[in-house]
């Protein structure tokens, strides 16, 4: 079972989206649209560093500079940055099925990888702060990959990892082209995770919570 980390099996959303505010408002910079307009901006540059034209640092530096309309030197937005990641690192919460959805899995004698578009660092620093590093078999990112989610050599990295073939393998993740659409194109069957209802015509098998979650069985030839 391959799964995606933020979105799927960690809140971040709802982390960034407490942490820019408070952070926001330190600068003035207030308002209904504070969470929102942070998340396309940040989008944005860290998908510029998915394909590899930021580096994570780049991204994160470019963010500040931005988003509080500013234009200050990288060691400058590195400390300012802190002062948003602070708050973000203390607002990650696991989602409540999370971990019984990984131990199901698990338990039935099957692998449990995370399959993340992040920087292998920090998100080996997450699932260590979550308490999730146990709950799981292997770790994938795209650190040394052309680039990650849905580029199809971070799948078949997970894949390799765990010694089996892609017709072993189920990817489950909250995102429609990276985790769903990526999986699929390289063979791997997929679940979209739609917790807000957000894809409901979606053409692919769905489900809205990892609760009793147990993955499809592909049709053999």
């Known amino acids: 079972m391959l799964f995606d980390l933020d979105g799927t099996l960690v809140d971040q959303e709802s982390a960034a989206a407490g942490a820019v505010v408070e952070w926001a408002a330190e600068y003035g910079i207030t308002g209904p649209g504070v969470a929102d307009r942070w998340a396309k901006l940040s989008d944005r540059h860290y998908q510029a560093y998915q394909r590899r034209e930021l580096t994570f640092q780049e991204q994160r530096r470019r963010r500040v500079n931005e988003f509080l309309g500013l234009s200050v030197d990288d060691d400058e937005a590195d400390v300012i940055f802190k002062g948003y990641s602070a708050r973000y ?57 052309p680039a990650g989610k849905p580029h199809p050599q971070i ?13 072993d393998v189920v990817m489950v993740g909250d995102s429609l082209d990276r985790d769903v659409r990526g999986a699929l194109a390289v063979g791997i069957d997929a679940v979209l995770l739609d917790r807000y209802d957000v894809h409901p015509d979606a053409d692919v098998p769905r489900i809205r919570s990892l609760d009793g979650f147990s993955p499809p069985l592909r049709r053999r030839q």
């Open 89 to 145: 690192e203390a607002g990650w919460t696991v989602f409540d099925d999370a971990v019984p959805a990984l131990r199901q899995i698990r338990a039935a004698g099957l692998k449990a990888a995370v399959v993340t578009n992040g920087n292998a660092d920090h998100q080996r620093y997450k699932l260590e702060r979550l308490g999730l590093t146990d709950e799981i078999d292997v770790l994938t990112t795209p650190d040394g990959l």
């Open 155 to 167: 799948f078949l990295q997970a894949v390799e990892q765990l010694g089996v073939s892609v017709a």
